[in-house]
């Protein structure tokens, strides 16, 4: 088992239960593939370095969380399909 950080930004446009449910569906998919989530940080609305899609701004999320080697790319493949994920980036915490 490893340490990884997600990081994501979901659609600004979202209501704040909308919101709530994509983060938990995220912690769920996690613990399903045998993971445990560590920390979660729910920073808000800021402001983004560049327009995306014509938004200014994104939701972001901090996820740390313990897995196997498989959790990561299972996460990224869902948020790849998912419209309301701006961006998102997977980092292996330190050895």
Do not use: C
Not at 13 to 32: D, R
Not at 36 to 48: P, S, T, V
Not at 76 to 86: A, L
């Amino acid at each position: 088992m490893r340490k990884y950080e997600t990081m994501f930004i979901l659609n600004p446009a979202l209501e704040g239960e909308q919101t709530t449910e994509l983060v938990q569906k995220y912690q769920t998919l996690i613990s399903n593939q045998g993971g445990q989530i560590d920390e979660l940080q729910e920073i808000g609305k800021r402001r983004l370095a560049y327009e995306i899609e014509g938004d200014r701004e994104g939701y972001y999320v901090l996820m740390q969380y313990t897995a196997g080697t498989e959790v990561p790319k299972e996460l990224e493949r869902v948020m790849r399909i998912d419209d309301n994920v701006v961006r998102y980036l997977t980092v292996r915490v330190g050895e």
